[in-house]
């Protein structure tokens, strides 16, 4: 990870070309003892100095002559990239929201309700984050992305929490695999086989807590798929079971080679949930947006 921002390349490439901090601080608009914090503030960062006193005067010495060399083609890298893509004075400027998506996936579904907001704000556009080292609620709280959407029991006191809709957690299995026949399936059900996963992040309020811990069982072997996609191939493939959610896994039954079953008698309810972070500068916009998605979502599932 780079330790020096473009602002201290520009210093010291400035203070190059200049040859002085007096004459560097009028080229950059800034003050002389701004210029100066600057050129510290990037040897402390490195580690190393940069510059060396010539009389009266602060030059470069030449790690700082390297550090200049370098800072021309970066800047010049950056220039290029922002000017190309800076939009003109009469185009709307791009407003990007990013979303956290859970790991078994909600793309069968939201995309067309972003389609439809869209239509309404056609400057907006919606990023994925699908780094499954974190769960979407932690994200939203360190203010990483714009919006969550995650599944089961949440709790923060820096989020909101908006309902979406009610669904359920369900076995899933191959269609000629021992267990397939059963009207539901215990937590016993899944100890011969392999149980394929997509994340091994401990939840709040999904199989752990409703399945896993209430019968005093784990998997014995477990297989970390990654992505629901994989997770589900693998099921096909009859290397294991997983469980997922009624709502993700309907899509892949179409060709008959997959069943779902109901875990426990009584089944595994499970709520979807849209979160923001509370306090966000765009609360407005965002509280609109999940408002409408839970309305949409309401009309669907």
Not at 9 to 18: K, N, S
Not at 64 to 81: C, K, N, P, Q
Not at 103 to 118: D, G
Request: aromatic share 8%.
């Amino acid at each position: 990870m780079a330790v020096l921002d473009l602002r201290h390349y520009r210093v010291i490439r400035t203070l190059q070309t200049q040859r002085t901090t007096v004459a560097a601080a009028e080229e950059l608009g800034l003050t002389q003892s701004a210029v100066s914090h600057q050129i510290a503030e990037a040897e402390r960062r490195l580690g190393r100095p940069l510059t060396r006193r010539v009389g009266r005067r602060l030059a470069l010495n030449t790690a700082g002559e390297l550090l200049a060399a370098a800072a021309e083609s970066i800047l010049r890298e950056a220039e290029y990239v922002e000017r190309n893509l800076s939009a003109g004075p009469d185009v709307d400027r791009t407003e990007i929201m990013r979303i956290a998506n859970y790991a078994y996936s909600s793309y069968k579904w939201l995309p067309w309700f972003l389609k439809e907001v869209q239509a309404e704000f056609p400057s907006l556009l919606f990023e994925f984050e699908a780094n499954t080292s974190k769960l979407p609620v932690r994200s939203v709280a360190d203010g990483e992305v714009d919006i969550g959407i995650e599944p089961g029991t949440i709790s923060s006191p820096s989020v909101h929490v908006e309902p979406l809709f009610a669904d359920e957690l369900v076995g899933v299995c191959h269609v000629n695999h021992k267990v397939a026949s059963k009207d539901y399936l215990e937590a016993a059900d899944f100890l011969d086989d392999p149980f394929i996963t997509y994340s091994s992040i401990f939840e709040t309020g999904i199989e752990e807590d409703l399945f896993w811990r209430p019968s005093g069982m784990r998997p014995r072997t477990l297989l970390n798929a990654g992505l629901t996609d994989a997770v589900v191939e693998l099921v096909r493939a009859e290397f294991g079971l997983t469980i997922l959610s009624r709502t993700t896994i309907t899509p892949f039954l179409k060709d008959k080679e997959l069943t779902c079953l109901k875990l426990t008698k009584n089944g595994l309810p499970l709520q979807w949930n849209a979160l923001y972070r509370l306090g966000s500068p765009r609360a407005d916009r965002l509280e609109w947006i999940v408002g409408n998605l839970r309305e949409w979502c309401q009309l669907r599932f």
